[in-house]
């Protein structure tokens, strides 16, 4: 083999290598812009989960005043309670998705802590979707006292609740506030699942 031929193929070689190595850097930077653009997408994908999460969780409020609809339900305890009956003072219906939701009873429980609803003469009361006997079973377990009414979904359908929380055949976590002469002043709904005590009697006696 002549130098001349020798030479010639080294640079042939070379210049394979070179193809190589720069087939090699291209697939490799493909491979760069393909993963930048996956992590890209998936950012924006949990950007605008966690959006759509925090407006969810936004709470969603009423002031419009209406005649309360009346109604009467049984209660945990085996009584009625109507309340066209507690008019006079302020009541505060409370919406909620009651036994297996135990923030639900928490909430409760917490506004029975809190003497300044009594003192302030408004009266609480918690409205689920339940029986009494699982109802009960709940409130025994947590520590709640206060007596529930017992929903078939008809009041709660009335006062616009049903399906404003994570089930939709189910009252959402809601407040509604009936002043004393039976008119409906305000409403509260909370997705997130609680409101402070205090907050919610700020709320109240604001509007009364």
Avoid at 65 to 86: K, N
Avoid at 174 to 187: C, H, I, K, S, T
Wanted: net charge negative.
């Amino acid at each position: 083999m002549t130098s001349g031929t020798a030479v010639r193929r080294q640079a042939e070689r070379q210049e394979m290598l070179d193809e190589l190595r720069g087939g090699r850097l291209a697939t490799a930077r493909r491979r760069h812009r393909i993963s930048l653009a996956a992590w890209g997408a998936a950012l924006v994908v949990v950007v605008t989960l966690v959006v759509a999460a925090l407006l969810a969780s936004r709470p969603v409020e009423s002031s419009d005043a209406r005649v309360a609809p009346d109604f009467t339900l049984p209660t945990s305890d085996g009584r009625t309670v109507t309340l066209s009956e507690l008019q006079g003072s302020p009541v505060v219906l409370y919406f909620n998705e009651g036994a297996g939701c135990d923030s639900c009873l928490m909430q409760m429980a917490e506004i029975e802590k809190d003497p300044a609803f009594a003192e302030a003469g408004i009266t609480v009361l918690p409205i689920v979707m339940n029986t009494a006997e699982q109802i009960n079973a709940e409130r025994t377990r947590l520590g709640v006292a206060s007596d529930f009414l017992l929903d078939d979904g008809t009041v709660s359908e009335q006062y616009g609740t049903l399906g404003t929380g994570m089930h939709p055949g189910l009252p959402g976590h809601g407040f509604v506030l009936v002043d004393a002469e039976g008119v409906q002043q305000w409403y509260g709904s909370y997705p997130s699942m609680w409101l402070a005590p205090q907050d919610l009697l700020d709320e109240v006696q604001s509007r009364l």
